[in-house]
């Protein structure tokens, strides 16, 4: 079975300019999440979706960060403008969604951005 | 509101060697925990999960854990580690609120 695919690897970016990250799920998985993991730190939620619907983005900053699912399936995000300290590794994870609270999620290799 | 702690930023260990890696956590209703392992340039994966049940909780690459509601505490243990062991070791909570909190890691450091 095919893991999350996650493209591109790695991004160097000059503050203010966009970039925008793709995510493809374990294939039947209905829930879909985007995390930000700072240096030294644990993965924050971004945002969750439940097939094309967004669960939650209550840490997303709205003002610069966007997130899609078309389709329930595959993810892009967005930041634009985007600031030094966006600077993270940004994985995806898919999971059934059966039981969110208890599902299993399964972690892309993620996407290392560097803002300068 | 919930949390977790890991009080351990890193642990060295030499190989063979037992080694338990700390996590507490805190929320006002009942949780799911979770053990997830990162090793370099990769995603995070499943170590174990306690759901319900057994408050030990056997899980991949002979690691366990030990639920302790009285301690708000779920800690990760191997009798032995290998090299191979050295990752990163995130614990995670999650509850009603449909949302995953990870700890900061503890960067497990297998000497030989």
């Known amino acids: 079975e095919a893991g999350v695919a996650q493209s591109p690897r790695y991004k160097i970016i000059e503050k203010r300019q966009s970039v925008a990250f793709w995510c493809n799920p374990i294939s039947g998985h209905a829930t879909l999440y985007w995390y930000q993991q700072i240096l030294g730190q644990g993965p924050k939620l971004l945002i969750q979706?439940?097939?094309?619907?967004?669960?939650?983005d209550s840490q997303l900053p709205k003002d610069r960060f966007s997130a899609e699912r078309l389709k329930g399936v595959d993810s892009t995000l967005k930041i634009q403008p985007a600031k030094l300290e966006d600077s993270a590794v940004y994985l995806c994870?898919?999971?059934?969604?059966?039981?969110?609270?208890?599902?299993?999620?399964?972690f892309g290799p993620g996407t290392r951005l560097t803002v300068l | 509101a919930q949390s977790v702690t890991q009080l351990d930023s890193q642990v060295p260990v030499f190989e063979e060697a037992p080694v338990e890696l700390r996590c507490n956590y805190s929320s006002s209703v009942s949780v799911y925990l979770f053990w997830y392992v990162q090793y370099p340039n990769q995603g995070l994966q499943l170590l174990l999960k306690y759901l319900s049940g057994s408050t030990l909780v056997k899980g991949i690459n002979g690691f366990e854990a030990e639920f302790n509601k009285s301690q708000t505490s779920f800690h990760l243990r191997k009798p032995s580690v290998h090299i191979s062991d050295t990752a990163e070791y995130f614990c995670?909570?999650?509850?009603?609120?449909?949302?995953?909190?990870f700890g900061t890691g503890t960067r497990l450091k297998v000497l030989a």
């Open positions: 995670a909570v999650s509850s009603g609120t449909y949302k995953y909190i």
């Open positions: 994870a898919s999971s059934l969604g059966g039981g969110v609270r208890t599902d299993t999620q399964y």
């Open positions: 979706f439940q097939n094309n619907g967004v669960v939650d």
